[in-house]
């Protein structure tokens, strides 16, 4: 029990690194050449429950700070799996980055799985970003978008830094329509798009260019969703004026 648990646990966690702003998406989307702000578009934070097969087991919750040395992005994930009357299971993520003018300047992250830590680092030289952690050092030219999933600049990317195993992966990630979904300020239209290739994954983004929702299988079949419980920043506020 405790060790399918884990896989099924495992594989949600490295499925959130698949997956990782722009004016209001066409039949066929693509990000914006403007800069992304994403305090203009969620204000100070974004925060998701995460629910597996409508259960909740954890949230996700992402943080922006502007300073004079550009913007801050912290990231925290916790989820907690109960068997019976105690934990089965925990799992944190934890990371902080960089960004000045609109890339990727440094990223540190640390995992902790259930007792086994892990750390990952990136950053920008002249080269490009270098990344490393434990097992691997190399450095890869930029632009590249982390697994973090707030900024939808990464539209029209086939690569991404996967924040949790230090890789650069391979995908494609194409539109499928848009669809309703919810959110603290009601009901906002999304577009939605499937990761395919080195990672599997579903991500909802508002006309906005707001990351709104998240879903995919786990290994044992189950659906492991996000669901926002802040991520419309300011408009939301004014909408509940």
Known sequence: MFRKITIMIWTAIALLAAAAGSA??????????????????????????????????????????????????????????????????????????????????????????????????????????TVANAERRYTIEQPIYPTNHWHSGVIGETRVLNTLTGRINDVAIRPQGRQPVPTESGD???????????????VWYDDAGRWVKMRFLGRDGSTIEYVCRRCQGRDAKQAQR
């Open 188 to 202: 906002v239209m999304a577009m939605r798009f499937v990761y395919s290739g080195d990672l599997q994954n579903e």
């Open 24 to 129: 209001a998406w066409a039949d066929t989307p693509s990000a914006s050449s403007d800069a992304f702000d994403p305090v203009d578009r969620y204000g100070s934070e974004i925060l998701f429950d995460v629910l597996r097969d409508g259960t909740p087991v954890g949230f996700h919750r992402v943080a922006f700070t502007r300073d004079t040395e550009g913007l801050a992005v912290n990231s925290q994930f916790e989820l907690e799996v109960d068997f019976l009357f105690f934990t089965a299971y925990r799992y944190s993520y934890r990371s902080q980055a960089r960004w000045q003018n609109d890339q990727l300047v440094s990223l540190e992250a640390h995992v902790d799985d259930d007792g086994t830590a892990s750390k990952l680092q990136a950053v920008r030289g002249k080269n490009g970003l």
